[in-house]
């Protein structure tokens, strides 16, 4: 039987610990980066799961207007649960959870952790949620390539995009560096999102923050031409084999030069020298628009010049208040 326990600040090193050796935790799931919001809007209402005292299963959740919601501070989240959690007890968690949210919430939206963080592939829970009566509420398009399997990155570009990307390279046109200058990398980025009338989704306080909480995974890189700084992209390393391109960004002189393509080849090759196995480009649609899952052609062709292909972001929904 599955009993649920609220999470509370005691057990962070259990709740972190469990992530690390999950089936499908990234760093996105950690308490340490749940708590990083310097503007809260709303209550943390995490839930753990265990069969005959083991822990087998964390929900990182929150509550917003008398929904529970996985999670808001998070890209994506979901049930985490151990590798090889068979098919029965994942159906007993989400049983557990539904019973457990019944008297307590209008509804329970759930926001899956794509396929490609699974360590050992597994789509039980998107089955067993839909089983479970819950309903697909947004569905969004994410594209990934995987960098493993080839011994040259440049092997996965198309004829036309790796002759951009060499010419640029052999021209020695930009300087790709590791920095530490996220001003700098800011201002580039807001003026790249303005140009498209929207805002970055972090503040800049909130990306130092990130990083001065994970040193070791987030990495910024920025491109100089010359002594002028031209763009900047901005990696989060998610788990031992994958990757995230959170942001890449280059100033609007130089939005027809290829850098946005030179600074996205040069995450595949750091992600291969870091011996990371998937890299992933992220989401690609128009929120702007009236539909925002409308899906934005133009980036989604960009990334798959680099050999990405399409993984979808899955949110699940319940409602509860019915019952």
Not at 26 to 32: D, L, N, S
Not at 88 to 100: C, F, G, P
Not at 205 to 221: T, V
Not at 241 to 249: E, I, P, R
Request: glycine residues 4%; proline residues 3%; positive net charge.
């Amino acid at each position: 039987m599955i009993t649920i326990e609220k999470y509370n600040h005691k057990m962070l090193n259990i709740w972190d610990d469990f992530i690390y050796h999950s089936n499908n935790g990234t760093i996105f799931h950690t308490r340490k980066f749940l708590g990083y919001h310097t503007e809260r809007r709303f209550t943390d209402f995490s839930l753990m799961f265990y069969l005959k005292n083991k822990l087998v299963c964390v929900l990182p959740a929150a509550v917003t207007q008398k929904n529970l919601f996985s999670h808001p501070g998070a890209s994506f989240g979901g049930l985490i649960i151990k590798e090889k959690t068979s098919f029965q007890v994942s159906q007993e968690i989400i049983k557990s959870l539904i019973d457990y949210c019944k008297q307590k919430f209008n509804s329970i939206i759930i926001i899956n952790t794509p396929s490609i963080y699974n360590n050992v592939f597994d789509e039980s829970l998107n089955y067993l949620l839909l089983l479970n009566n819950f309903k697909y509420h947004e569905n969004y398009i994410s594209h990934f390539v995987k960098i493993n399997k080839c011994s040259n990155v440049s092997s996965l570009l198309n004829k036309r995009k790796k002759r951009y990307v060499e010419g640029l390279i052999k021209n020695k046109q930009f300087l790709i560096s590791l920095s530490s200058n996220l001003e700098q990398f800011y201002k580039i980025l807001l003026e790249s999102k303005l140009s498209f009338g929207i805002k970055p989704t972090h503040s800049l306080a909130e990306l130092k923050k990130l990083i001065n909480i994970f040193p070791q995974h987030i990495k910024l890189f920025l491109s100089k031409d010359g002594n002028i700084v031209a763009g900047g992209v901005l990696v989060i390393y998610t788990s031992p084999k994958t990757c995230l391109v959170f942001y890449n960004a280059v100033k609007n002189k130089y939005k027809k030069s290829q850098l946005a393509a030179l600074q996205l080849y040069f995450c595949m090759q750091q992600a291969k020298r870091d011996n990371v196995s998937i890299v992933d480009f992220g989401v690609s649609h128009e929120p702007q628009k009236k539909n925002p899952l409308s899906p934005k052609a133009s980036l989604i062709q960009f990334k798959e010049q680099f050999g990405a292909r399409g993984v979808s972001r899955n949110i699940y929904k319940r409602l509860l208040s019915d019952e």
